[in-house]
């Protein structure tokens, strides 16, 4: 995958889930495939753990922001690396065309809406967690339209 996708950073592979998935917390014991939880570790180069987000399910991701503010703090040296020389990506047989992007996530962004706008008796997590994953929903919009402007 490093390869492939001309990765800057190496990435860990655990297939039997014995070197890394479980001694740090990310199996899923609920998912019957056996895979890990989605979940981002930032390791200085030392080795020390500088962040961690293990998401609770495949829905919950991280907003790119926070994770940047949270490694700036470390003052780390920029990289020297020359940027990646991306190919032509091709969509696969499953993939959604991109005039379809905008409205498909435009559509979970109101979901999520209007799911907040009934929490209560919920509790203020669910709530939050509608906010989050509209403002999730609006940022993915903006990616679209910025893709398809380009």
């Known amino acids: 995958m490093v390869e492939k996708l001309k990765l800057p950073f190496p990435m860990l592979s655990d297939p039997d889930r014995s070197r890394a998935i479980v001694p740090y917390g990310l199996a899923d014991h609920r998912d019957p495939r056996r895979v890990a939880l989605p979940a981002?570790?930032?390791?200085l180069p030392g080795g020390e753990e500088a962040y961690r987000f293990v998401?609770?399910?495949?829905?919950?991701?991280l907003p790119e922001a926070v994770l940047l503010e949270s490694l700036s703090s470390h003052e780390l040296p920029p990289t020297t690396q020359p940027p990646p020389t991306p190919g032509r990506p091709e969509p696969g047989p499953r993939a959604v065309p991109l005039r379809a992007l905008v409205p498909y996530f435009r559509g979970g962004h109101y979901?999520?809406?209007s799911l907040g706008m009934r929490h209560r008796g919920l509790g203020e997590e669910?709530?939050?967690?509608?906010?989050?994953?509209v403002a999730e929903m609006e940022r993915f919009v903006d990616a679209?339209?910025?893709?398809?402007?380009?």
């Not at 669910?126 to 994953?133: E, G, M, N, Q, R």
Request: hydrophobic share 60%.
């Open 40 to 43: 981002l570790v930032a390791a």
């Open 126 to 133: 669910f709530k939050d967690d509608a906010k989050a994953f």
């Open 55 to 61: 998401a609770r399910d495949f829905a919950d991701r």
């Open 144 to 150: 679209v339209r910025a893709l398809r402007d380009r």
């Open 111 to 113: 979901a999520a809406l």
